[in-house]
């Protein structure tokens, strides 16, 4: 039988003793998404965070990208005694998650029927559910590192799968769809055939995104799932730091271990800083008190 941790190739990096081994999880359509896990140096089995950034696609390619071009936030993991892996997943349905409702899934003439095809969150589900019974993984301890709409994704993947993960961060979350938020009106937002245009959306005070809800007991059942302590974190100039914070308010009014911080910062995304040309990673104060208080979130349910 076939090794299902055999990694479809490695890679070493310049001047680490961990390589990244390149595995696929089987979704839970039967399809395949990838990661790169690295593991820390002595006898597991190791805790595990996925590590996780925007909208899906790209596949292999863009995996190997964050591999080496942003590399310093596993090299952090990796010293703080954590396995984590780069992950890819598949692209954002526009108000899928809204939309969709849970997955079901009933048999028809021997194989299976879903009500709807899996989502990107979902994807991660695999690749939780496929890490956590390496040989070297602690399937007790998975944790969640996201930003942006992986930040979101976070709290999807908890909304409706509970009890996989340990603990988790969400960076700079764009829970806009998780939130019920009305964009229609929205400054500088076009909407063309059902799908939307956010990239120039401002939502920078709270009050302004808390106005925009438009079903608070759907928004208040989602976040009743959520099942883990989570770490919200913005950023203090960013376009949507009022759908962070609001992010933050409302799930800190469900769990008393809820927390919040944020940085000034002129990269959306900064806790994961990018290497040089050179391959090596440029690094400032912000991010190392940013990646320290990650890690140190990590550790307090490790």
Known sequence: MTDPYAPLFSED???????????????????????????????????????????????????????????HVTDVLLEAGYACAWTRYRTEVELGYDTGGALRVEGRQGMELMNRAPLEYEDEVAILRHVGKHPAIDHERLFHLGVSHAGEMLFKLCSQYAGLLRAGVAAEPASHELLTLRLEDAPSVVTVDGMRDI???????????????????????????????????????????????????????????????????????????????????????????????????????R
């Open 199 to 301: 990239e120039s959306m401002e939502i920078r005070s709270t009050e302004a995104a808390r106005a925009r809800i438009t079903s608070p007991e759907e928004v208040s059942a989602r976040l009743d799932g959520v099942d883990i302590p989570v770490l919200v974190l913005g950023r203090d100039q960013d376009e949507l730091q009022g759908i962070f914070r609001l992010t933050y308010e409302l799930l800190a009014e469900k769990r008393d271990d809820a927390e919040w911080r944020t940085w000034s910062h002129d990269v959306h995304g900064y806790i994961y800083p990018e290497n040089d040309e050179h391959g090596v990673p440029v690094v400032d104060d912000v991010q190392r008190e940013a990646l320290a208080a990650i890690v140190g979130f990590f550790d307090r349910y």
């Open 13 to 71: 990096l310049p001047g680490s003793d961990s390589p990244a081994h390149y595995l696929l999880a089987e979704t839970l359509d039967g399809l395949y998404a990838p990661y790169a896990l690295r593991l820390p140096a002595g006898p597991g089995p190791h805790p595990f965070v996925l590590v996780a950034y925007g909208n899906g696609g790209g596949g292999i390619d863009w995996l190997r990208h964050r591999v080496h071009g942003f590399r």
